[in-house]
């Protein structure tokens, strides 16, 4: 939009856009990497009754510790962790922020590889902190020996991996995140807002957590919980980082409600979770399909695949939205991402690409 010359904005924000995927109502939604299937009814009332009896209390400010979230949250990732060691907020986007706002700002740098997240450089600018992007391989995997290089080269107080990576995929060998860690002499951030899509075998960051105090894993509860309206993310790490974050959130920044919901929906994880392998399977599946179709696809561990290449990417994408499906047009040039829904929206979309793009 074009901004009136009166509007006192900071001049690195004149010309910027708010982020945010399309919104169009059509009738097949993939590209937000929602989790397609909603709570049971069951589930549904008891977050409604949760909800409920936390309106009773609105007129009290909320328990601006989450403490008995963070417990729930620490029970369910498991590794010996404790309350002290998890934070939550609005989102991981949210949380990062956070992370932005403590350990980055002004004099301060952070690093991360591209392609990866969009909204780490917006994170980065908001907070006043410098920005330096690394290149990933052509496959997307993490070149290891040129990221350890800039890391020792640039000496950030903040490093974000990514893992699984948006929007390729990709995940990352622990091997990788310990030598990344070995070089950076500030906090290592390991996004894990896709975990629990990951194949088997592929191993989480919580795992080195204890002999690693700077390194921070955060996750959300909006993709394998199917509760991306409730707007829940939290980070583990050691207590000391968790107190520091503490130091930057806005007061009772996580309101009764949001603490409520999600709490009951920690009660109905089980429910929740159970159709993350049908997910996978449904992902595993759709990459073998474009594939065949000759297209270049991403090994992903998450409820999403890349896929490609295009010569006029927007033109494939506007077409699909013509019929009905809506992925998204995001990453390297010449590559589209389309998230996973259940097996009749797969349906659509693949008979909506061959109409598009016929191989």
Do not use: C
């Not at 992007?133 to 052509?138: A, F, H, K, V």
Request: aromatic share 8%; hydrophobic share 40%; no cysteine.
């Amino acid at each position: 939009m074009s901004r009136p010359d009166w509007v006192p904005l900071r001049d690195e924000l004149r010309d910027a856009e708010p982020y945010g995927a399309p919104q169009i109502d059509v009738p097949v939604r993939l590209n937000t990497n929602e989790n397609p299937y909603g709570p049971s009814a069951e589930t549904a009332d008891d977050i409604a009754r949760a909800v409920g009896e936390a309106a009773v209390d609105l007129n009290r400010y909320p328990d601006r510790e989450a403490r008995e979230l963070r417990e729930g949250l620490a029970a369910y990732l498991g590794h010996g962790l404790t309350a002290d060691q998890v934070w939550a907020a609005n989102g991981s986007n949210e949380v990062m922020q956070q992370v932005l706002q403590a350990f980055g700002g002004p004099g301060r740098t952070a690093v991360s590889f591209a392609p990866t997240y969009s909204m780490y450089p917006e994170y980065a600018r908001n907070t006043h902190t410098r920005w330096v992007t690394g290149r990933r391989r052509d496959d997307f995997e993490l070149d290891l020996d040129a990221a350890t290089a800039l890391v020792a080269q640039e000496q950030p107080e903040v490093v974000i991996l990514t893992s699984p990576n948006n929007p390729t995929g990709t995940a990352l060998p622990l091997e990788q995140v310990r030598a990344v860690l070995d070089v950076a002499p500030g906090v290592v951030v390991v996004d894990e807002a896709y975990a629990e899509f990951r194949r088997a075998g592929t191993p989480t960051a919580l795992e080195l957590l204890p002999d690693h105090p700077r390194l921070l894993v955060t996750r959300t509860m909006s993709k394998a919980f199917a509760f991306a309206g409730g707007r829940l993310g939290y980070v583990a790490a050691d207590a000391a980082i968790v107190d520091a974050l503490r130091i930057v959130r806005l007061p009772y920044h996580l309101s009764s409600v949001s603490q409520a919901a999600a709490l009951a929906a920690l009660r109905h994880a089980d429910e929740l979770l159970a159709r993350v392998d049908d997910l996978r399977a449904t992902r595993d599946e759709t990459a073998t399909w474009l594939t065949g179709q000759g297209y270049e696809v991403a090994a992903s561990d998450a409820n999403f695949v890349l896929f490609g290449r295009f010569a006029d990417r927007h033109a494939v994408w506007q077409a699909l939205v013509d019929r009905g499906v809506l992925i998204r047009e995001t990453g390297p040039d010449g590559w589209l991402r389309v998230s996973i829904g259940t097996p009749a929206e797969m349906s659509t979309f693949r008979t909506a690409l061959k109409e598009v793009d016929p191989r």
